[in-house]
């Protein structure tokens, strides 16, 4: 079995991102790589597909359309940025489109009487075909891909008096979970853009019916929930009603509000009070939820949210084989238990970073701004950048002028609240020339967050944590009352550079060993972000006595 550092450079020759190399490049290129050519399990076409047909030879076929609507609307999503497409989809979408049924839905029949769970499961997987249909045909416009797209719109409005009586609401709200009435309002994203494509006002009507239908209650699906919170703002955007953004933004506060976003950026699986495992769906609907009301609103608060999911849990989710999935949560931080969820997260964490390139720079008053030090261009008229971020290794990132017009032009960057400064930023009007570059430095500030007589510790965006692997000792009965002590200090050098880790952030405290206090002993600090080069089972202390 290829190691990791070998995993990625294959990675990397097979999908590198074009024009781009940074940290969140090679992310992303690794997850691409998994969807490709990786496994357990391949995703060969008859895998893919078997949700749509359905034929029960994997787990979740009767989430009709899931899998397979997901892997065509991330790889496309994946496709648009890397400027191209890739034969595996191109071959799925042909494959899918001859399993639709007769009245435009795929998978298992839908009943005819009582709304059932299998019915919510079904609704669920064809909600991912539709926007999965529809983003294929946005990267390559097909009639016959349209087609199916309105076929199965038609069978959501057929289906859509039963689905939104108010008894249907009362049952499937409940601790219906995976199944609940989520299922029917993630429809909501796919509606939006089917009506944005067509203008058949039929479909604008029914998606604004779900969305005055959704609420967030406890023990939820986050994703579910998030995913319809998403469509919202898509709702916004072709009707340019604000009453949409407003509720959306509710909603997106809400969540903060009732302690559903924790310490390191993560959504929990299932609303409070069931909080037991993060999500990786639900960290990349969270991530792409801030970044939509940041770009939307400009309120410094969605980017800052972000930010803490990006650096922290988003990248964490992210396992050394290119999986998104689940970690058990510990009161402490991280439990050993995890899952590689490949029937979901991995196509939704990739359909987030494909996003989060677009994201970097945004435009204001004529003027560039470099808002989020990620991998990204940004351009203006008159002048394009491209920017690759080091920000894990040293905390720089690099910005090459790619176009100039020879005329002055300006630079913001924003100096976000971990950082005391960025040098070799100047926000003066200067002619850029082809070629040159400009290197910006984010110089990292170190924040405590006390709670209940513990600390956590946070380098720059990254959160930090005691692990197993680094610092087995740290962990002898009983560690719990290992007494702590402050201050930690800097240990970048620490070992080293390797795929994925940020010795940028690295740091050292010191304690006293619960069992054996008169033998003072250190520990390493970790950004969490580091473990997707690391063991699967791991266990993390971030709050530390």
């Not at 994946?78 to 497409?85: N, V």
């Not at 946070?458 to 000792?473: M, Y």
């Not at 962990?475 to 800097?490: H, I, L, S």
Request: proline share 6%; charged share 20%; hydrophobic share 40%.
């Amino acid at each position: 079995m290829l190691n990791v550092a070998a995993r990625l450079l294959f990675a990397l020759l097979l999908c590198a991102t074009p024009g781009l190399a940074g940290d969140w490049s090679a992310r992303f290129d690794l997850t691409l790589h998994r969807i490709l050519q990786g496994g357990p399990p391949h995703f060969d076409d008859d895998f893919v597909v078997a949700d749509a047909v359905p034929q029960n030879t994997r787990r979740f076929t009767n989430f009709s359309g899931d899998v397979s609507g997901r892997y065509i609307g991330a790889l496309s999503a994946a496709a648009r940025h890397a400027g191209g497409s890739f034969p595996e989809l191109d071959r799925i979408v042909a494959k899918t489109l001859q399993l639709q049924k007769p009245d435009g839905h795929f998978g298992a029949p839908m009943s005819e009487n009582k709304v059932t769970n299998d019915d919510m499961a079904m609704l669920w997987g064809n909600g991912r075909m539709l926007i999965g249909l529809l983003e294929y045909h946005a990267l390559s416009p097909h009639p016959e891909v349209l087609a199916a797209a309105r076929r199965l719109g038609d069978f959501l409005v057929k289906q859509a008096p039963r689905l939104n009586s108010e008894d249907v609401r009362r049952e499937y709200n409940g601790e219906k979970f995976a199944v609940g009435y989520i299922c029917w309002t993630s429809n909501l994203e796919g509606l939006v853009e089917l009506y944005r494509v067509t203008r058949d006002g039929r479909y604008l009507a029914l998606a604004r019916e779900i969305a005055s239908r959704t609420d967030r209650h406890p023990s939820q699906h986050s994703h579910g929930f998030l995913s319809t919170v998403r469509g919202i703002v898509q709702l916004h955007r072709v009707t340019g009603e604000r009453a949409y953004l407003e509720q959306a933004k509710r909603e997106w506060q809400g969540v903060i509000g009732s302690g559903n976003v924790l310490l390191h950026g993560a959504v929990p699986e299932m609303f409070a009070p069931a909080v037991k495992r993060d999500e990786g769906c639900s960290e990349a609907d969270w991530l792409r939820l801030s970044l939509e009301l940041w770009q939307l609103t400009r309120d410094p608060e969605c980017l800052r949210q972000a930010e803490l999911t990006l650096f922290n849990e988003f990248a964490f989710n992210q396992f050394h084989t290119g999986d998104f999935g689940h970690h058990v949560l510990a009161a402490d931080g991280i439990a050993p238990d995890f899952a590689h969820a490949w029937w979901c997260c991995t196509f939704h964490g990739l359909r987030a970073m494909a996003a989060l390139f677009d994201y970097g720079f945004h435009q204001s008053g004529g003027t560039l701004v470099y808002d989020l030090p990620v991998d990204s261009r940004g351009e203006i008229s008159g002048l394009e950048l491209r920017a690759e971020s080091a920000l894990e290794r040293d905390g720089s990132v690099l910005v090459t002028v790619l176009k100039s017009d020879g005329a002055p032009h300006a630079l913001r960057v924003r100096v976000p609240e971990w950082a005391s400064e960025v040098k070799g930023a100047d926000p003066a009007a200067r002619v850029w020339k082809i070629g040159e570059t400009l290197t910006l430095t984010y110089v990292l500030r170190t924040r405590e967050v006390k709670q209940g007589g513990r600390t956590a510790i946070f380098r720059g965006p990254w959160l930090l944590a005691v692990d197993e692997q680094a610092s087995p000792g740290f962990f002898d009965e009983p560690y719990t009352e290992n007494k702590v002590q402050w201050p930690a200090e800097p240990a970048a050098g620490a070992m080293g550079y390797a795929a994925f880790s940020v010795p940028a952030a690295r740091m050292r405290v010191r304690y006293l060993p619960g069992g054996y206090p008169v033998q003072p002993a250190a520990a390493l600090l970790r950004p969490m972000a580091e473990y997707t080069s690391g063991p699967d089972s791991n266990r993390l202390v971030f709050w530390l006595p």
